[in-house]
């Protein structure tokens, strides 16, 4: 079954893996948006949530195979489970076999923030390890150096009653442990047509990811716009912990990314993974433009 979306750019090939999903309040979402609006843009269960996709952006070069934000990973209780409905499927290690690659063919890894659903997938459960008694914590991505900006590790390995219900230790210290952390400060190249860049706003170290080869240019947003729902300014979600910040970075990129025709990756969207920051007819508004793979 091939589930894996594909774009070539320019000498790059990328790769979009779906990996697994998970359900968040649907006020959560969409922060001051009321519901009589948001409940007409997507559905919501029983119990209010509303489902979003975890999608990682894999990087093809003639040198490197890398990955950004590897997803929400399986290392959850029955409780986490539950209030989340997480389902894992497919893995990021069965979206890679798609491609014919394993975790050890990834040699750099880019982490946009350290929230759970995106760098979840960044260490595993030992296979060796007895089910029964303490379960080891390995990386899933040994041969790769993991990029990580150094102010939100700093924030993620000493998280506030606010945030630490999305930082998970486990998720990366076993990361640092076994030399595999980079942490960079700013916005910098990390290879060769790949570089990231500061947005703040969700995190206020969250960055995002430039991709540019041959004149063509994607960029992995992040949680700053994580759905096409989110496509208007005003629409920040309330787990952002600077929303004013995330509105007028919104701004700031809608607008280089129409002049310099973007396509823009959106992590959490379940119908489109891709497409264009277009502007309405008036010029008043921004609209999403989905990406039409062939
Ligand atoms: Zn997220």
């Given amino acids: 079954m091939n589930t894996v979306k594909k774009i070539r750019l320019g000498n790059f090939e990328l790769f979009f893996l779906r990996n697994g999903s998970f359900w968040l309040d649907g006020g959560g979402c969409f922060g001051i948006v009321p519901k009589i609006i948001w409940r007409k843009l997507v559905y919501a269960d029983e119990l209010n949530r509303v489902k ?17 934000d590897p997803g929400l990973g399986n290392k959850y209780s029955e409780k986490q489970k539950k209030i989340f409905r997480i389902e894992n499927k497919p893995s990021i290690d069965q979206s890679l076999s798609e491609l014919g690659i394993t975790s050890d063919d990834i040699d750099i890894v880019i982490a946009t923030h350290l929230h759970f659903d995106h760098i979840g997938a960044f260490t595993k459960y030992d296979n060796q ?59 910098q190249e990390i290879c ?7 947005t703040g706003g969700h995190t206020k170290y969250h960055q995002i990811v430039f991709i540019k080869s041959q004149a063509n240019i994607a960029v992995y947003l992040g949680d700053i716009m994580p759905t096409a729902n989110h496509i208007k300014v005003a629409y ?59």
């Avoid at 979003?52 to 950004?68: F, G, Q």
């Avoid at 008694?133 to 899933?140: H, S």
């Avoid at 396509?263 to 277009?278: F, T």
């Fill in 52 to 68: 979003l996709d975890s999608n990682s952006l894999l990087i093809r070069t003639d040198e490197h195979n890398i990955l950004i």
């Fill in 129 to 187: 390890s007895d089910i029964q008694g303490d379960r080891n914590i390995v990386p899933t991505f040994p041969n790769a150096i993991h990029y990580i900006q150094k102010g939100e590790w700093q924030e993620a390995i000493s998280p506030n009653e606010r945030t630490k219900g999305t930082y998970f230790i486990t998720n990366y210290m076993p990361l640092m442990d076994a030399g595999l952390v980079k942490l960079i400060e700013g916005n």
């Fill in 192 to 198: 060769p047509g790949i570089s990231v860049e500061i």
């Fill in 236 to 294: 920040t979600t309330g787990f952002d912990l600077y929303p004013v910040e995330v509105m007028r970075k919104k701004r700031e990129l809608y607008q280089r990314a129409i002049d310099e025709n973007w396509i823009v990756c959106l992590d959490h969207d379940s119908r489109n993974c891709a497409g264009y920051i277009r502007q309405t007819p008036d010029a008043k508004n921004y609209t999403f433009q989905p990406y039409e793979f062939t």
